[in-house]
């Protein structure tokens, strides 16, 4: 009986905070790889980039390759030909992304990446949106090759807050400093929900619980609360619910062999 309290109540917090990650910016199929949106503010890419077929931003890495990289249209630069991102190194130009094969991601914290494919050799382009109020000129860094010929860069810029910028540029919108979104957006109205009726039942269930020790059976002092040993035990219950619901899983992934690394 402890183990399934304990496990309920690790459940209801896996619950709460898989809601924290469920606020993704969606990518916008008529601006592909330009715009993306969170609810109803956009993350816009559209002003950073050029529009003559050339690239907007240069850096050298610190494997002493030279890469290129525009937002949204796609420029050509010697062998690259109709690309996002372009590698040179050694005279060789090499395509690392393409400005069709693109995929927005979010992490839990509402930081938004790209990633490109279609470049020469399987090779792809990911780049972080950081979002900076105060850069109203983009900065596009190297970050490293951090997975075999996936290259990863940040960029900079105000354009990369959601609600900030229009095709045009910065739009001087978005409202003070701080998280991209509120707390309540980024917990999202499932979990709002969740964690409203569970401290509304365990309110109501205090209350009414002493109530009934103090009137029906004259309890006094800490005795009046309910179920009193159980609230003492609750580290110790949440402990082996914790426990009880990872231990089986660990042992059947070691069974199986399976992993997988988080960069």
Known sequence: MSRLIGASLCLLL???SRC???DECKEDQNNK???????????DLRSLGHKDGTFAYSVVGTDKATYYYNPCKGFTEKDCVN???????????RSIGAPNKTTFYTDDTGLVSIMYGGGNGERTMLVY???KKSQHKAEFTFYGEIVKNQYTFNLTSVCACPGECTENGPSGGGGGSGSHHSKASKIGIPG??????????????????????????????????????????LPSLVKDGVMFMFTPCRAACNRGGGGYSKM
């Open 33 to 43: 790889g330009c715009v993306c949106t969170f609810e109803n503010k956009n993350v």
């Open 83 to 93: 690309v996002a991102g372009c590698q040179e190194d050694g005279g060789a130009y």
């Open 192 to 233: 709002l929900v969740a964690i409203s009726l569970f401290f509304i039942a365990v309110t109501a269930y205090c209350v009414i619980g002493m109530i009934v020790m103090r009137v029906k059976y004259d309890r006094t002092g800490s005795d009046v609360i309910p179920n009193k040993g159980l609230w003492f035990a």
């Open 20 to 22: 924290d990650s469920a």
């Open 129 to 131: 949106l950081k979002c």
């Open 14 to 16: 896996l619950f709460t």
